[in-house]
């Protein structure tokens, strides 16, 4: 084979198209949001030329969760709430894969929240989606954690009870917190680009997706679609891009220097106008793969010599 | 069995040197029972854990297991607060903790009352006793001691005052650091045993610290010797017979930790639990140096979820826990076996249920682990019966679950956990080992679950390989691993799922049988009581009764042959850790008797009337027990011919 050919085919082969990372036809609802999420992954998955047999989608339960089996990569459609732990076995067993996680604000932020603390604390390297809708979809409309104050759902009738929770500030506050950043979904290109800063940043990349769910709670972002006034574009040179088109639609943008914790945590408190952008990066956090070396590969005779050491610690030798 | 012969007790031995060295009575023992107990941090454990050494290397069988409180601190002097060791020494191989006590030496008379209202010591037995209490400033405290001291004698315990503080404030400047050692010394010239192993055990155990640490160890030890030959009436000799090959002596936990590193497993996911943390312990100890991870988790969900993550990727992980982390663990469990990923886990029984009792033995998890997780969840259940089970099942657990892509449990119990006894040292084979994690390209055409029509068995594809990206889930699925909610397929799914349990069942030989394979009476037992199991079996047959005895190691397939044996007797029993009601409760009849879980198991399997002996006391059953209840049913089979 001539080095052309070889080029060509090396070519070919890291080279993909959008659709080597489509799978099957998602099912979601018309006008979910996770449609918008889904294009921006594949759309990530070929810019950045990922090898889809060296990529994995992790998930959870809900709406969210389904996206693996839309694309065409490795997929671990998992149980309620454990998307982070299984992707984090994932990862310190084979820090050669790109793991990505899908995972809903009932996941995440409810049944799962215990764990999310403590991946941002391990801060493995892997990019966290978390699709918030801020409502329960799948098992047909409940109050979510990040349901506004007064949201009214089945198990709620009269309106919600308590102040949402909200996933940034709850992010920004743990300790090796190394990435967060929100997008939502009608800005498809700043989804883009915030997901492809979110990948690129070696750590627990945690990106907070406003989503909308016009099944059950159509009208939750309707102010703030229709009024570009109403969002904050995050704008710095160490931040996302945003092109001169959307400048001239999203006019309200405020500089913030994505290292600056404290402004952060001021940036994430405002829910109106809401903040897209990078809030917070650090890529001095160290990883817990790192930590723990992980992906060291330990041979049988390694295996045999450990042993033996140890059993020579509790060996009764024959006289 | 060993009767000591009634010697008077020298109420208050005095001082070594200040009397000539006491006539001895000598006795040859073919196995004794001593216990060891201190307030927690007094070293006990670790007097008793070299004595078992020391009686290991001399070539006698040994078994010991901790005496532990359930708190790190508790109060100093209470009852409940005995810390230390039981050793049981044989002329032969000892597979259990053995009945009532022979010797117990306490370093306060509190600990021993402990163990006294707990009817673990000897009616008559010899006591060693700490005397500096009796001349306590605080009165109580004297008080309590004379009291105590004076209602022993009064009970008919040989009662051996002492002077351990005074002995050893000679030697070293804080005694309640000393005192181990010279119970050491004492006890290795009451049974006799060669004090150049003593002094290489101590060298051994202080290894790390410096030369001078060694020296006032020995020196305690010694003093300890002296005393005891100077002033104790009574002197054993346990025969031993030299190993021939080379033993290791750990304890169950430690086992299990070893066999994970032998078997090539490289991560575990854990939690913090009693009684299994000790085995994740030592284990994050030896990865630190042999390559590996210990990841402790932020609960036991995580750990379970985390493990099966690992093993999704290529290597089988393990999770290591506890009864009530079982539980927790339940949902991921199910996880892994409907998406066919292999994962080992072990679950070292504790009391239950609920937090239960956490240092106590129980056998109270077969049932939740057989049927665990909703849903028809297969998993592998095997049960090791010794220590050497511990390690070995590690090394075939890891190669079931790879090869039948299963969950694999291991049911160990607390008594297994912190007991230690000699068996040959294992040998290395790379077979133990897993293949490398196969990345290479998976062939077309080849389906993500290609169920085997007659094993169940399919390929598993590990993340890397190119050809073969599918995404695996936890709702039911075709072949492809694609969502399906048609009938046809769900009940594929359900079958090769099923059809793997009986694939392995078909690789798998029969029980051992203990005994003859035909007589009156069969105990069935599984887990931690086999060698109480065969001791009292053995005894009775020794006595001409007509009974054997089965241990089952696999709960989950159960063993082929196991009915052929059940109908070679009379009448079949299980002797369980568990609980069983009483037939004799007024409101229990057959229609409503709770039986215990393998009796049960047996039950419906065999359609054998197997009844049932069992206790849930919180220690290991006896062989005495055993022994007296088995007895107590031959004696009415034999009458009812």
């Known amino acids: 084979m001539s080095a052309a050919t070889l080029c060509l085919q090396h070519f070919a082969e890291e080279n993909h198209a959008l659709e080597d990372y489509q799978g099957g036809v998602p099912r979601w609802c018309k006008g979910c949001g996770d449609n918008a999420i889904l294009a921006a992954m594949q759309r990530l998955c070929r810019d950045e030329g990922l090898r889809p047999e060296k990529t994995v989608f992790v998930s959870g339960i809900g709406c969210s969760s389904r996206l693996p089996h839309y694309m065409r990569t490795y997929g671990f459609h998992g149980i309620h709430g454990r998307a982070l732990p299984i992707a984090e076995g994932i990862k310190l067993a084979r820090p050669d894969l790109h793991v990505f996680v899908n995972t809903g604000d009932g996941d995440c932020c409810n049944i799962g929240a215990a764990h999310w603390i403590h991946a941002i604390r391990y801060n493995m390297n892997m990019t966290v989606l978390l699709h918030d809708n801020h409502i329960y979809g799948l098992t047909k409309k409940q109050a979510s954690p990040t349901s506004p104050i007064g949201t009214r759902s089945n198990t709620t009738p009269r309106g919600s009870y308590l102040d949402a929770l909200s996933p940034l500030t709850v992010t920004l506050g743990v300790q090796n917190v190394s990435f967060v950043a929100q997008a939502v979904d009608w800005i498809p290109e700043s989804l883009f680009h915030i997901l492809t800063a979110a990948y690129r940043h070696r750590g627990f990349s945690f990106v907070r997706i406003l989503q909308r769910c016009p099944e059950f709670v159509g009208n939750m972002f309707e102010p703030w679609v229709h009024d570009p006034q109403r969002m904050l574009m995050l704008t710095h040179a160490d931040g996302i891009r945003v092109s001169p088109a959307l400048q001239k639609i999203y006019r309200n943008q405020l500089p913030h220097d994505p290292a600056d914790i404290n402004r952060a945590r001021e940036i994430a408190s405002s829910d109106d106008p809401i903040p897209v952008g990078i809030l917070y990066r650090n890529p001095e956090v160290p990883c817990y793969e790192d930590l723990r070396g992980a992906g060291k590969l330990r041979t049988a005779d390694q295996v045999r010599g450990a042993l033996d050491a140890e059993l020579d610690k509790f060996t009764v030798w024959p006289q | ?641």
């Not at chain 2, 006491?22 to 040859?28: E, G, P």
């Not at chain 2, 004698?153 to 000679?170: K, L, N």
């Not at chain 2, 030592?282 to 036991?300: C, K, M, N, P, T």
């Open chain 2, 1 to 641: 069995m060993n009767a000591v012969s009634p010697l008077p007790a020298r109420a208050h031995a005095a001082r070594k040197g200040s009397v000539a060295p006491v006539a001895k009575h000598l006795q040859t023992l073919d196995q004794h029972v001593i216990e060891i107990m201190s307030d927690s941090g007094e070293g006990a454990q670790k007097c008793g854990q070299s004595f078992g050494s020391i009686a290991a290397r001399t070539g006698n069988g040994v078994w010991t297991v901790e005496i532990i409180p359930a708190e790190i601190q508790p109060p100093a002097r209470s009852v409940a607060g005995a810390s230390g060791n039981r050793i049981r020494i044989g002329s032969h191989q000892i597979t259990n903790g053995g009945d009532e006590a022979d010797i117990a030496v306490a370093f306060n008379e509190q600990v021993l009352l402990g163990r006294v209202n707990a009817g673990e010591l000897k009616p008559g037995c010899i006591v060693l006793l700490e005397n500096m209490w009796a001349e306590h400033d605080d009165a109580k405290i004297a008080g309590q001691y004379a009291e105590t001291r004076d209602r022993l004698v009064a009970e008919g315990y040989r009662v051996y005052e002492v002077p351990m503080e005074t002995e050893c404030r000679a030697l070293v400047p804080d005694p309640r650091k000393g005192k181990n050692m010279f119970v050491l010394g004492m006890l290795c010239n009451i049974y006799s045993l060669d004090m150049n192993l003593a002094r290489d055990q101590i060298a051994f155990i202080f290894g790390k610290k410096d030369a001078k640490v060694i020296s006032s160890n020995v020196a305690l030890l010694e003093a300890g010797w002296q005393w005891a030959e100077s002033n104790l009436d009574f002197k054993y000799r346990v025969p031993a017979v030299k190993a021939t090959v080379p033993q290791v002596v750990i304890n169950g936990n430690t086992a299990v930790a070893l066999g994970v590193l032998a078997s090539g497993m490289d991560i575990c996911a854990m939690y913090p639990i009693t009684p299994a943390t000790s085995a994740s312990h030592y284990l994050s100890d030896v990865f630190e140096r042999a390559g590996g991870i210990v990841h402790q988790a932020e609960d036991e969900i995580a750990a379970c979820a985390f493990a099966i993550g690992a093993s999704y990727t290529g290597k089988v992980a393990v999770t290591i826990t506890s009864g009530p982390g079982y539980s927790l663990k339940q949902e991921g469990l199910g996880l892994a076996v409907m998406a066919e990923i292999p994962l080992v886990v072990v679950n070292v029984q504790r009391g239950g249920p609920s937090t239960g009792q956490p240092t106590k033995v129980e056998q109270g998890d077969l049932l939740t682990v057989m049927f665990g997780s909703h849903g028809d969840a297969p998993k592998v259940v095997m049960a090791p019966g010794t220590i050497e089970d511990c390690f070995y099942s590690m090394i075939t657990a890891r190669r079931l679950a790879e090869t039948f892509n299963m969950v694999v449990v291991v049911l160990s119990d607390a008594s297994l956990a912190t007991a230690q006894q000699p068996f040959p040292r294992p040998q290395f084979s790379t077979e133990w080992l897993a293949p490398p994690v196969d990345q290479n390209p998976v062939p077309d055409g080849v389906k993500p679950y290609d169920w085997d029509p007659v094993t169940g068995l399919s390929r598993r594809f590990v993340p890397g390989q190119p050809n073969g990206m599918h995404t695996l889930t936890g709702l039911a699925h075709d072949r492809n691993s694609r969502v399906a909610y048609d009938p046809e397929i769900n009940e594929q799914g359900m079958r090769a799922r099923s059809m793997k349990l009986a694939t392995l069942q078909k690789i798998l030989t029969p029980p051992p049988v203990f005994g003859d394979r035909e007589g009156e009476l069969l105990v069935v037992g599984w887990g931690g009581t086999k060698g109480a199991i065969e001791e009292a079996v053995a005894r009775l047959r020794g006595e001409g009764h007509r009974v054997s005895s089965t241990h089952l190691t696999f709960l989950q397939p159960m063993q082929p042959g196991i009915g052929e044996i059940l109908r070679g007797f009379r009448q079949v029993i299980t002797v369980e850790g568990n609980w069983a009601d009483d037939p004799n409760d007024p409101l229990i009849d057959e229609s409503n008797r709770r039986y215990p879980a393998l009796a049960m198991l047996l039950r419906s399997r065999y359609l054998v009337d197997v009844d049932c002996w069992t206790e849930v006391r919180g220690r290991p059953i006896k062989p005495g027990t055993v022994y007296a209840e088995l007895r107590g049913r031959l004696a009415h089979l034999e009458t009812s011919r």
